[in-house]
């Protein structure tokens, strides 16, 4: 069974920190992997990956796909407040259909 | 931008209700998608139609069913809602399988 798991469920660092979240996977044909961000309402894009060792990067977040390891990560450096969300790791699969993983709750403190 | 356009934000139904969320979407996309999110279980797929008038059934279709009439429009229906069917209602759209979701607003649906 196809499966997406991030970790840790959930974190709280102070505004200025550096984060790492994590994103592993057992996917049947791999065809790629998306980071989400949500705040209180729909899911907003954030990076599509499908080549191992590329790191993509938009401003303070960069994300990386190790295809060897079925891993991902996503950074987060100098955190702000506004940063503070639920980060969504899915996997695209053999059926098309992305696979989600349960969600990494960010809180950021003043 | 794309804009995918789910009809209500927040619904309150009774039990044995029969409830339609509809979902339109701007872009000419493909494929449209039917999740549902609950706290500790993310999001879990209900219905995906690749195609008009094509349907096929997600991980949990139970209680569900779907219509897509038209290529932008995506509907899901509770055929008699039950309590557990309160939940966070997410409408999403792509272009193709190599393309990333873009997601409606969501619509938070209590049954009672």
């Known amino acids: 069974e196809d499966k997406v798991v991030q970790s840790p469920l959930s974190l709280v660092v102070h505004e200025g920190d550096t984060v790492t979240l994590n994103c592993s996977y057992e996917?049947?044909?791999?065809?790629?992997l998306l980071w989400y961000k949500q705040e209180k309402k729909a899911p907003t894009f954030l990076f599509m990956l499908?080549?191992?060792?590329i790191e993509k990067k938009s401003g303070r977040l960069s994300s990386i796909l190790d295809k060897k390891e079925l891993f991902s990560i996503l950074n987060i450096t100098a955190t702000q407040t506004g940063d503070s969300a639920v980060y969504l790791c899915?996997?695209?699969?053999?059926?098309?259909?992305?696979?989600f993983g349960k969600g990494t709750k960010l809180s950021v403190k003043p | 931008d794309v804009k995918v356009t789910q009809s209500s934000r927040y619904l309150v139904k009774r039990t044995g209700e029969k409830v339609f969320l509809e979902c339109v979407q701007d872009?000419?996309?493909?494929?449209m998608f039917w999740y549902r999110q609950d706290p500790g279980l993310g999001l879990r797929l209900i219905y995906f139609?690749?195609?008009?008038?094509?349907?096929e059934k997600g991980d949990i279709p139970e209680g569900y069913s779907v219509s897509r009439e038209k290529k932008e429009r995506f509907s899901l229906i509770l055929e008699s809602a039950s309590t557990n069917q309160t939940s966070m209602y997410l409408c999403?759209?792509?272009?193709?399988?190599?393309?990333?979701?873009?997601f409606g607003s969501g619509t938070r649906l209590t049954v009672v």
């Open positions: 139609s690749y195609d008009v008038k094509m349907k």
């Open positions: 899915a996997v695209g699969g053999s059926q098309g259909n992305l696979i």
């Open positions: 996917v049947t044909n791999f065809r790629s």
């Open positions: 872009m000419d996309h493909e494929n």
């Open positions: 499908t080549s191992s060792g």
């Open positions: 999403a759209s792509r272009k193709g399988v190599h393309y990333g979701y873009t």
